[in-house]
C-alpha cells in the first residue's frame, strides 16, 4: 500500500458484487478481512453499519483508497454525521478506517447475527435458517393451535 493510500474495511453493500460497489472502483482490492469480536453488524435496510460494542466478528474487505476516492465516499456515507468514518481492529492485528454507528443510532436495527452482511436474512443467494429460540417457538404454539 503506497503511503498516500488509507485502508478501509468495508463489510455491506460496498463489497464486491453489491449494489454500491461501484464507490470502490477506483479502489485496490487487499482482500478479505474480518474484525476481532468487539463490533456488532446491523441491517439499515438499505446498507449495513458497524457498530463498536458488540461481540461478533464482521466479515468484509479491505481496499487501499486514494484520499480523494476516501473523501467523497465520506460525503456518500454522511460522515460524519450518520456514519463516523474511524479506525477498526482486524482479527489480524492490523487497522483499517471503517463507517461506524453509535449504539444509539444502532437501537431498533436488527442484528445481523453472522456477522456476515451476505448471509443477512432477506438477502439474495442468503441461506435460510430455520429460528427456534424460545420465543419463536411459543408464538408457533400460540398461534398455531395445531402444533
Given at each position: ?7 478501509l474495511f468495508v463489510y455491506d ?59 467523497a465516499l465520506d460525503v456518500h ?71
Open positions: 500500500m503506497t503511503t498516500s493510500e488509507i485502508a453493500n460496498l463489497m464486491k458484487g453489491e449494489d454500491q460497489h461501484e464507490w470502490l472502483s477506483a479502489a485496490r482490492p487487499l482482500g478479505e478481512a474480518s474484525t476481532i469480536s468487539r463490533y456488532a453488524l446491523v441491517d439499515l435496510g438499505t446498507s449495513g453499519a458497524l457498530v463498536e460494542g458488540g461481540l461478533v466478528t464482521v466479515t468484509g474487505e479491505l481496499y487501499a483508497v486514494a484520499p480523494a476516492a476516501l473523501a456515507r454522511g460522515h460524519p454525521i450518520l456514519h463516523r468514518r474511524a479506525a477498526v481492529r482486524l482479527a489480524d492485528g492490523r487497522e483499517a478506517q471503517a463507517y461506524l454507528l453509535s449504539m444509539e443510532q444502532a437501537a431498533g436495527c436488527r442484528r445481523v447475527r453472522e456477522g456476515d452482511w451476505r448471509k443477512r436474512r432477506g438477502a439474495p443467494g442468503a441461506a435460510r435458517t430455520r429460528d427456534n429460540s424460545p420465543l419463536v417457538s411459543w408464538a408457533k404454539r400460540r398461534f398455531d393451535p395445531s402444533r
